[in-house]
């Protein structure tokens, strides 16, 4: 079965510059969420969309930004990178705005250097 | 503030013992999820249990939800060593947003 599809898998970035993180859902899951990780830490929620519509809003920087298209694939956008920003960022999505269970992707690692 | 709290934070047993982590939680959920993961790689769900259930089994797995307490527990027997990773309880309530809040993680060590 298809799952959630993350990418890239690695990304090494210089501070200050941007990052671009894609996440392609499970089809007909109709919600999408974007989750930090840093080292030894819990996840933590940043942002999610329902139907392509922003629906609740985290601990999500304001230098982060991101949106769901048509296609209802997600990008994370996130400027003026920080040392602190190195993290595994993880997408999820799920059926019925998540009371079923979410599925995650393997997750992007960012580094910042 | 966290949602949920786990205890232990570490725990290393030998391989064929069983395991056992909790999660305590603050707030009213809809249901409570438990989620693993190996050193830096994806979540994988393991077990969901609603709110108005006390036990589920799934394979080794067993799960225990007292919303009295706001408390869940995570038991895994006869471990293998191939169940060294870390384990999530994610909390999810509608009321509060529509996303897992999760706790801090158990991180198991199963040596053979």
């Known amino acids: 079965a298809a799952g959630v599809i993350q990418s890239p898998r690695h990304l090494i970035k210089e501070k200050r510059e941007t990052a671009t993180l894609k996440c392609y859902p499970i089809?007909?899951?109709?919600?999408v969420y974007w989750y930090q990780q840093g080292p030894g830490q819990d996840p933590q929620f940043l942002i999610s969309?329902?139907?392509?519509?922003?629906?609740d809003k985290g601990s999500i920087p304001d230098r982060f930004s991101a949106q769901q298209f048509s296609d209802y694939h997600s990008e994370l956008n996130m400027s003026s990178l920080e040392l602190g920003d190195s993290a595994l960022y993880f997408c999820?999505?799920?059926f019925g705005r998540g009371l079923y269970g979410y599925t995650f992707g393997s997750g992007t690692r960012l580094t910042v250097v | 503030s966290q949602q949920g709290e786990e205890d232990p934070q570490a725990l290393s047993i030998q391989e064929g013992e069983n395991a056992t982590m909790n999660c305590s939680y603050k707030?009213?959920?809809?249901?409570l999820q438990w989620y693993r993961q190996n050193s830096g790689r994806g979540l994988v769900h393991l077990i969901l249990?609603?709110?108005?259930?006390r036990e589920k089994h799934s394979g080794r797995l067993r799960v225990t939800l007292d919303t009295s307490k706001k408390s869940s527990s995570l038991l895994i027997t006869a471990s293998r060593a191939a169940d060294t990773a870390s384990y999530f309880c994610a909390t999810y309530y509608n009321n509060a947003g529509n996303m897992l809040t999760f706790g801090g993680g158990t991180r198991l060590m199963v040596k053979p």
């Open positions: 969309f329902y139907e392509k519509m922003q629906s």
């Open positions: 707030t009213s959920i809809n249901n």
């Open positions: 089809p007909r899951h109709d919600t």
């Open positions: 249990i609603r709110s108005n259930e």
């Open positions: 999820a999505s799920s």
